[in-house]
């Protein structure tokens, strides 16, 4: 039998070899595009935290395209890391030297993409964090502010009720403040929203990055095989 012989004989015992390589490559490449989007989104998320701009519709839109994107990442991570594991299962004698080095090396390239993902994960977890917690410290600042409103009001109204002749002017005044506190209290509920959400945001992309790293050692194990 011819080298090129013994060489066809290689592709026609493992028919799925290519066809689950190609699938890697092509999540991998996909994984990638994801992974550099993310980066650029992060770096955004940073530069308007830096700006002090923490409380916006731009930080809110990034905020929500990163964890769209980060899902996505996570779906063809999952992909990717089930056909490589099909390929690392193969016998090594039932494959040809360049199947070898190009099984080492999309598992190599995969473990770099992971690790990728993961440290875009811990960037955009500490963003997250800095954001959350200039949120809350607004909201403390609000939530005195409002206490201290509130006994300001209760000493104007022991007020008005000692100056009988001023007693119109000042309930109206306090039906001012009383037309502003609805909206005053909307904003404040939607900041508490968006402080929960993002602490179980948090809580998510952590759990997350404890899988990645599980998946991360795995594939090491595979690489040193």
Not at 66 to 86: D, F, M, P, R
Not at 144 to 149: C, F, L, P, V
Request: charged fraction near 30%; glycine fraction near 4%; proline fraction near 1%.
């Amino acid at each position: 039998m011819s080298d090129s012989d013994d060489e066809s004989s290689h592709f026609k015992d493992n028919p799925n070899f290519e066809e689950w390589c190609d699938t890697i490559s092509e999540y991998l490449f996909e994984l990638n595009g994801c992974l550099a989007t993310m980066n650029h989104f992060i770096s955004a998320l940073e530069k308007n935290v830096s700006q002090g701009k923490t409380n916006s519709k731009v930080i809110e839109n990034i905020n929500t395209k990163t964890l769209q994107l980060i899902e996505k990442s996570k779906g063809l991570v999952s992909s990717i890391n089930e056909y490589i594991h099909k390929v690392n299962a193969l016998e090594e004698t039932a494959l040809d030297k360049p199947h070898l080095i190009t099984r080492e090396k999309l598992t190599r390239d995969v473990k770099f993409s992971i690790q990728e993902f993961t440290k875009y994960q811990q960037e955009f977890l500490a963003v997250t964090r800095r954001i959350n917690a200039v949120a809350k410290a607004a909201l403390k600042q609000e939530e005195d502010k409002q206490s201290h409103s509130f006994s300001e009001q209760i000493l104007l109204e022991d007020e008005e009720r000692s100056q009988q002749q001023q007693q119109r002017q000042k309930t109206q005044q306090s039906q001012v403040v009383i037309e502003r506190e609805p909206i005053n209290n909307e904003e404040f509920a939607y900041q508490q929203h968006l402080i929960r959400e993002r602490d179980q945001e948090i809580s998510n992309i952590e759990r997350g990055i404890t899988e990645l790293n599980g998946i991360f050692k795995d594939l090491g194990g595979l690489v040193q095989q």
